[in-house]
């Protein structure tokens, strides 16, 4: 049983990865992008993610990639194998050592990488942060939007999937995941006041970024709580993954999986009704705005209240009122089975 399972969750995590692949060519000729420009100065800039080789991040590399096109900056993106902060650090510390002038990272802990992005920051490294509106040694941090806005969201989308009652859990990538954790407080928060009929029946659950592990704990989840009526998942894997135990379990029609994901991943269960709807922002346009602000910062520009950064949702930004290096773009999408053919990545 246990080796069907493994099985299973491997196919998963393929799948994921194949779709998102086939979803987003990084051939720019094929999009139609006219040859890249010689610049003036031309700067290094590295993007590091949480974990490689994801559908997530492999949407981010096609705007990294198309930055680097467009711009004619050296602009690439690299990630661990697996969602751990501390290889996240070391590749940071390899990374100075190579001579890079900017650094854009997605932390998978933001604690774990701060002693790694002091160093860097110490060598005149440009850092450019997301999902870390609480990191502090970076220039400068480039959100999608407001945290607490976006946890609000997903929960009106999650209350509105169960009729606004009965017993629901969360999966998170993990409580080190500070936009995670600012999502699933804000989400909690709001329940309890706008939604008193409907409970949280335990803590969120983590799953690392990882598909077999978030189809392991939604499984353990619908089979300890027999009477849940909704998963929350608020990484990529956990809203296929929590669909698939869905479905393995028989239970497609008591369950509403909502949450964070892609269309790519997650296609045949919004058609089937196993996931009714899944809200992100485009990893591909978040990869070229922190890109768009590195190169802004090295080029001695000033990133303000409505600097346009020149990708989809981050045309106008708006500054966080006390902290005056985190700032907000308007880049939520919303989608169901109705709209999903607008988005092919």
């Keep these: 049983m246990k080796v069907a399972l493994k099985i299973l969750a491997q196919a998963l995590l393929l799948s994921l990865v194949m779709s998102a692949l086939t979803a987003c060519s990084t051939e720019p000729q094929k999009l139609g992008i006219k040859a890249p420009p010689v610049p003036k100065k031309k700067f290094r800039i590295a993007t590091l993610v949480k974990v490689d080789g994801i559908p997530w991040f492999a949407r981010m590399r096609v705007g990294v990639d198309r930055f680097a096109w467009e711009t004619g900056q050296d602009s690439f993106l690299v990630g661990p194998a697996r969602a751990d902060g501390a290889l996240q650090a070391q590749m940071v510390d390899e990374l100075i050592k190579q001579g890079i002038d900017a650094l854009c990272i997605v932390p998978f802990s933001a ?36 945290c607490r806005a976006w946890g609000k969201h997903l929960m009106d989308q999650l209350a509105a999937s169960m009729n606004e009652q009965g017993d629901y859990a969360i999966i998170l990538g993990s409580y080190h995941s500070q936009s995670h954790v600012e999502w699933r407080d804000a989400a909690v ?144 999408i919303d989608v169901t089975k109705q709209n999903m053919g607008n988005y092919p990545y």
């Design 111 to 146: 604690s774990a990488v701060e002693p790694a992005l002091k160093r860097a920051r110490e060598r005149g490294i440009v850092v450019v942060a997301q999902e870390a509106a609480n990191i502090e040694h970076a220039n400068i941090i480039i959100e999608p939007f407001d």
């Design 189 to 332: 928060s709001y329940q309890l006041e706008k939604y008193p009929e409907m409970k949280l029946v335990t803590d969120p659950v983590e799953d690392h970024d990882n598909a077999a592990r978030s189809y392991a704990e939604a499984k353990d989840l619908l089979t300890k709580f027999p009477n849940l009526k909704g998963i929350l998942g608020l990484t990529m894997a956990s809203c296929p993954s929590s669909a698939l135990a869905v479905e393995t379990m028989g239970l497609k029609n008591r369950v509403s999986v909502v949450g964070v994901s892609l269309v790519s991943a997650c296609k045949s269960y919004l058609e089937t009704g196993s996931i009714k709807a899944i809200s992100f922002w485009d990893p591909a346009e978040a990869g070229y705005a922190m890109n768009e602000a590195a190169l802004k910062l090295l080029q001695g520009q000033e990133i303000r209240t409505g600097s346009d950064l020149d990708a989809k949702g981050y045309l106008s930004l708006r500054r966080d009122k006390t902290k005056h290096n985190l700032f907000f773009g308007q880049g939520w």
